[in-house]
């Protein structure tokens, strides 16, 4: 009897250690993915801004150019700062959009 | 020439070696096309390639360059004999911008002339909607549709919901044989309305040679956010005459999207007419008053590919005419370098 009853302790002591434990590892996760996912959302909106300058500014003349890399998109928009008079901000959101 | 310009390539390309660490790629870009053209019963052939290179030099700097390289190719007696083809190459701008800031870029070198929108921004063929360029399109661009000196553009003011830009430029003579230029002074300015997506603008040059000319335009830019329709038009006027062109492109978008087959086309019309004033020789523009009407489809197949089609009636006391254009266009972006996509 005595030796069920300390089995049955041992057994909570194990389960809330494994449980401490788990909730332990899953507060610093769940401190991380907030800013994680903060930091997606706004790169999510300021694409989302850019893709509306694209279509405001840059779609008066063209249509979006097909897959651009990075490298690509920058010349293009320095390029495109100049012909078509757009502004820091203007180039900083669409290369955004064109390549996130 | 053509050794010239793969000369000026290869140049650019080694030097574009000790740039090719830095964020920014050099690329070339530009449009591809084979257009035919049927005007008045006679056919021709008009096979075309228009390189843009652009090297960025650092975080304010930008060297670009296009060329452009055609061969127009005829029957001997315009509907029979044997076919002729003469070959063309030109360097349609090479200069130098430095972004000083939000509101002024400086641009030295040879650049196309800010008069109104056709010339600078809408005339790459892989942009343009119709084939044919406007009747107006030689006034406030001669002698070249570029100038060679210096240029000061950019925002000049700008709120929430609207932005003024300008262009003024000072352009010396050149009769340099890929670089002409006249002298001239001109001066673009335009307000922007991004939440109505308007822009209306207007243009004036002063050509300063051994005739001075005063050249007057206007123009509107105006795409609906209610439907995809693009309205463009211009109006321009000159001591040789005076005219306005505008058109209308509607794209079939509404219709399972921009990428199912039938919205991909889009159906484009263009009124344009021209009054002759004071002619003078070195006029590129109609010798009698003429009145045109443009329909045209184009189809936008993946891969940046586009076949177009378009006819056109012209009514001028020189003679009345039908023009039928068909095309394929293909536009095209590389890096400069091997390996330079990243």
């Given at each position: 009897m005595n030796r069920t009853n300390l089995f049955r302790a041992a057994l909570v002591v194990l389960l809330l250690s494994v449980l401490t434990a788990a909730a332990r590892n899953a507060a610093p996760q769940q401190q991380a993915s907030a800013p994680k996912s903060a930091a997606a959302k706004t790169a999510t909106s300021e694409s989302e801004e850019g893709e509306k300058r694209f279509e405001t500014n840059c779609g008066r003349c063209h249509r979006p150019p097909e897959a651009l890399s990075p490298g690509e998109a920058r010349t293009v928009l320095r390029q495109m700062r100049v012909r078509a008079n757009l502004t820091a901000e203007d180039e900083r959101l669409i290369l955004k959009y064109l390549a996130p | 020439m053509f050794v010239r310009f793969l000369s000026f390539l290869l140049l650019l390309l080694c030097s574009t070696v000790t740039l090719c660490a830095q964020i920014e790629t050099p690329i070339i870009s530009g449009g591809v096309q084979f257009l035919s053209t049927t005007a008045g019963g006679v056919t021709t052939f008009n096979p075309l390639i228009a390189p843009v290179v652009s090297i960025p030099i650092g975080d304010r700097f930008l060297i670009e360059s296009r060329g452009t390289f055609d061969e127009f190719i005829f029957r001997e007696n315009g509907t029979s004999g044997p076919y002729h083809a003469h070959t063309f190459s030109s360097i349609d701008y090479l200069q130098l911008d430095f972004i000083a800031n939000s509101h002024v870029t400086i641009v030295v070198g040879d650049?196309?002339?800010?008069?109104?929108?056709?010339?600078?921004?809408?005339?790459?063929?892989?942009i343009r909607n119709l084939a044919d360029s406007p009747l107006i399109g030689g006034i406030g661009t001669r002698t070249s549709g570029s100038s060679e000196g210096g240029m000061v553009r950019g925002v000049a003011l700008s709120g929430k919901n609207?932005?003024?830009?300008?262009?003024?430029?000072f352009s010396a003579l050149v009769n340099a044989s890929q670089f002409g230029a006249g002298r001239s002074a001109g001066e673009r300015v335009a307000v922007f309305v991004p939440s109505r997506r308007l822009e209306v603008g207007m243009s004036y040059q002063r050509f300063l040679q051994h005739q001075?000319?005063?050249?007057?335009?206007?123009?509107?830019?105006?795409?609906?956010?209610?439907?995809?329709?693009?309205?463009?038009?211009?109006?321009?006027?000159?001591?040789?005459?005076?005219?306005?062109?505008?058109?209308?492109?509607?794209?079939?978008?509404r219709f399972r999207g921009p990428d199912s087959w039938l919205g991909r086309l889009q159906g484009i019309a263009?009124?344009?007419?021209?009054?002759?004033?004071?002619?003078?020789?070195?006029?590129?523009?109609?010798?009698?008053?003429?009145?045109?009407?443009?329909?045209?489809?184009?189809?936008?197949?993946?891969?940046?590919?586009?076949?177009?089609?378009?006819?056109?009636r012209q009514f001028s006391s020189l003679g009345n005419s039908n023009i039928w254009n068909v095309g394929v266009t293909y536009r095209f972006l590389f890096p400069l370098l091997p390996g330079g996509s990243k």
């Open positions: - | 650049f196309l002339t800010p008069f109104n929108i056709y010339n600078e921004r809408i005339g790459p063929v892989w609207w932005q003024i830009t300008y262009a003024a430029y001075h000319l005063n050249s007057w335009g206007s123009y509107l830019v105006w795409e609906p956010r209610s439907a995809p329709l693009d309205v463009r038009a211009e109006y321009a006027h000159t001591r040789g005459g005076q005219g306005y062109w505008i058109e209308g492109a509607y794209r079939l978008s263009r009124v344009e007419q021209f009054y002759l004033g004071t002619p003078s020789p070195d006029d590129v523009l109609p010798g009698a008053d003429t009145q045109k009407v443009d329909l045209g489809l184009n189809y936008y197949l993946p891969h940046n590919l586009r076949v177009s089609g378009s006819y056109g």
